[in-house]
Nanobody
Framework: QVQLVESGGGLVQPGGSLRLSCAAS????????MAWYRQIPGKERELVGT????????TYADSVKGRFTISRDNAKNMIYLQMDSLKPEDTARYYC????????WGQGTQVTVSS
């Protein structure tokens, strides 16, 4: 069955960096466009960015463009999110999934940006 396990979140000061990881299993990873999403309690889940499966082309939400970088390793069934110049408004629970997202979702990893 599909399993997505996110890790790497934590508490970081504004301007800091974090690298999130996601281990995927249960599906043919290298045939799917993958994505990172984030959600704040009480709000809709937001698409952070996507990465294609062959050319590794990326797209980003305007709010993170130039600060976040998505990468993937098809040999390891892993996707990553490098987050630099973090802002308090980046505080959210971050999830990886296919693009578009589908059930099941992983547990996510909490990122808190605060001084």
């Amino acid at each position: 069955q599909v399993q997505l396990v996110e890790s790497g979140g934590g508490l970081v000061q504004p301007g800091g960096s974090l690298r999130l990881s996601c281990a995927a299993s249960g599906f043919t990873f290298d045939t799917y466009v993958m994505a990172w999403y984030r959600q704040i309690p009480g709000k809709e889940r937001e698409l952070v960015g996507t990465i294609t499966n062959v050319r590794f082309s990326t797209t980003y939400a305007d709010s993170v463009k130039g600060r976040f970088t998505i990468s993937r390793d098809n040999a390891k069934n892993m996707i990553y999110l490098q987050m630099d110049s973090l802002k308090p408004e980046d505080t959210a629970r971050y999830y990886c999934n296919k693009s578009p997202g589908s059930n099941p979702w992983g547990q996510g990893t909490q990122v808190t940006v605060s001084s």
